[in-house]
């Protein structure tokens, strides 16, 4: 499947782009991407050659990720999950958020009924 991909991206993208895309730490998201939308009834390297052809990828931190969000959208596929320390983040923020917040009680404490009371108490 991964090989399929992986020519999908040859076959869409100039040579130099493909190299980056395919070296790059996020390729194995696009390439899980691609083969999502394959399975959705898409033609890769089709979305490839449309994401690519859109805006230039040259500036991009990482072309991959530009890739596999334009291909996500082009496809109209779900968002991904969460990864790492974003995943860890929501989870924190959904338990708090489903959790009742816990309140302590407080006994009051009663105040002096006069100055004159407070003076004598010292």
């Not at 996500?72 to 983040?89: K, N, S």
């Amino acid at each position: 499947m991964r090989d399929r991909q992986e020519e999908a991206v040859r076959r869409a993208l100039p040579v130099d782009q493909a190299a980056l895309v395919l070296a790059g730490e996020d390729w194995a998201v696009l390439a899980a991407t691609l083969a999502e939308a394959e399975q959705a009834g898409h033609d890769p390297t089709a979305l490839l050659a449309d994401a690519a052809g859109r805006r230039e990828l040259a500036s991009a931190d990482s072309p991959a990720a530009v890739l596999t969000w334009r291909v996500r959208r082009d496809a109209r596929l779900p968002a991904p999950a969460p990864r790492g320390r974003t995943a860890a983040a929501a989870s924190r923020t959904t338990s708090r958020a489903t959790t009742p917040p816990t309140t302590a009680a407080v006994p009051a404490s009663p105040g002096p009924s006069s100055p004159d009371t407070a003076r004598r108490g010292r």
